[in-house]
């Protein structure tokens, strides 16, 4: 998935839009699906120190909404690296 120390440590709070369905529906050999094109809830990923074992993993999409405020919750700030020059 691209993502780096994040099990066990808090949800990664992502841009991801959440629907109960859409995994099982996404096409055939979907990876990392952003989720449908529509909708209000968002996805937290990898777990927290505070969730069951089977839970902290890249993996696992919990949701909320967009104003969702938790202790177990944050956000990773990335930036892609510029091209090189020729």
Known sequence: ?????????????????????YYQTCSEGCED??????????????????????SVRAAFRGFGPPYFRDF????RLARTAPAPED
């Open 1 to 21: 998935f691209g993502l780096y120390d994040v099990h066990g440590n808090v949800f990664e709070w992502v841009y991801d839009r959440f629907d109960t369905g």
């Open 72 to 75: 177990n919750l944050g956000f």
């Open 33 to 54: 699906p952003l989720g449908p094109d529509e909708g209000s809830f968002r996805v937290g990923r990898g777990g927290s120190y505070f969730c069951i074992a089977g």
